[in-house]
């Protein structure tokens, strides 16, 4: 990969979200071409003519590097390395539409954070049954604590890409450093996007705390079982329990749940507050992916007879219609437990 050095790659970027322009702009602003794939016209025509996506990313002056087009096709063919960058519920039907264009040699980054609800897939187990073999052991995925906004400002981040293959991922981790992005290596596909996933549950369930006023105790003790279930699934699924401890870990939750910046905490914050699902949908224009990665989360549980009580009461706030004061309730009332379970960690006799 040395022609990374270079900047000769060919670069496109599949969705114009906060996060795919963000992506994008770090690129650009490294010197490479980036062709961007917009999908609404609005979003595009802002683009284009005033270099700022106003909807998704205001007040962010984008660079004359980018290359918006509204054409799968522009974007994706013949590129070096094409970044996924659209929501987890559209990931499937976006890459079925572009895997005529993609080549064998391309390197796939996927940004998603997801779990696809009637497969129970990641995005890179849906990558697998789209795209052909010989792309199988190019593919990359991108998490951990990362704000859009705060990344296009320059902020100091951290996050890790995950490939089988480890000469993919320091691939995409030479191509995405910079000065103010950090990026670190992993072999643990499943675990990365795991985390990256089910955070965005956990972080339903902080807003709906902080909006029921319970506290900062109580807040702390969600995260940290939270963290909990979302190993006890993972390595059930084949993750490393250490991955967990790491920025895809509990680095993203963290930040997904005490943040402002935070949808999923902002969604979990207003049904605290009492205000019903539909009409928190309604005033929200970007995807809280926490609200259809609940249902997977849940159907995951239930199918490896895994115990994730808190995303199960999640789960029946969302789903069930159940108020936030009795899901809180129930997660109080259960029976006492050993903190760290017996059979799960390998130094428990049991």
């Not at 490896?304 to 999640?314: D, V």
Request: proline residues 4%.
């Amino acid at each position: 990969m040395t022609s990374l050095a270079k900047g000769c790659l060919k670069i496109g970027i599949i969705g114009a979200g906060s996060w795919g322009t963000t992506l994008a702009n770090l690129l650009a602003e490294k010197g490479m071409d980036v062709s961007l794939w917009v999908h609404g016209d609005d979003v595009y025509e802002a683009i284009v003519n005033r270099k700022e996506n106003a909807v998704y990313l205001p007040r962010i002056t984008l660079s004359k590097g980018i290359h918006p087009t509204q054409s799968l096709e522009e974007a994706s063919h013949g590129k070096d390395v094409l970044v996924l960058a659209v929501p987890s519920h559209v990931f499937r039907e976006t890459v079925s539409k572009l895997k005529s264009y993609v080549g064998d040699s391309c390197i796939i980054l996927s940004a998603t954070k997801g779990i696809e609800n009637d497969t129970l897939l990641t995005m890179s187990g849906i990558l697998k049954e789209i795209l052909p073999l010989p792309l199988h052991d190019r593919l990359v995925c991108l998490s951990g604590p990362s704000f859009a906004r705060e990344v296009a400002e320059r902020q100091l981040t951290a996050v890790t890409v995950a490939s089988r293959n480890q000469k993919m991922a320091e691939a995409i981790q030479t191509l995405f450093t910079t000065p103010f992005f950090r990026v670190y290596t992993s072999l643990d596909v499943i675990g990365v996007e795991l985390g990256g996933a089910l955070k965005n549950v956990i972080a339903i369930g902080a807003g709906i705390s902080d909006g029921l006023g319970l506290g900062y105790n109580a807040r702390a003790a969600l995260i940290t079982r939270g963290i909990a279930e979302i190993s006890r699934l993972g390595v059930r699924l084949g993750a490393n329990p250490l991955t967990f401890a790491g920025l895809a870990g509990i680095g993203d939750l963290v930040l997904t749940c005490t943040a402002d910046l935070s949808r999923n905490r902002t969604v979990g914050l207003r049904l605290g507050r009492g205000m019903p699902l539909s009409d928190i949908l309604a005033d929200m224009r970007m995807v809280a992916e926490g609200i259809a990665t609940t249902k997977s989360a849940y159907d995951l549980s239930q199918r490896l007879t895994t115990e994730m009580p808190i995303t199960e009461q999640i789960y029946h706030v969302l789903y069930g219609n159940k108020s936030p004061k009795e899901a809180v309730k129930e997660l109080m009332d259960r029976a006492p437990k050993d903190e760290l379970e017996r059979g799960f960690f390998p130094w428990r006799s049991n």
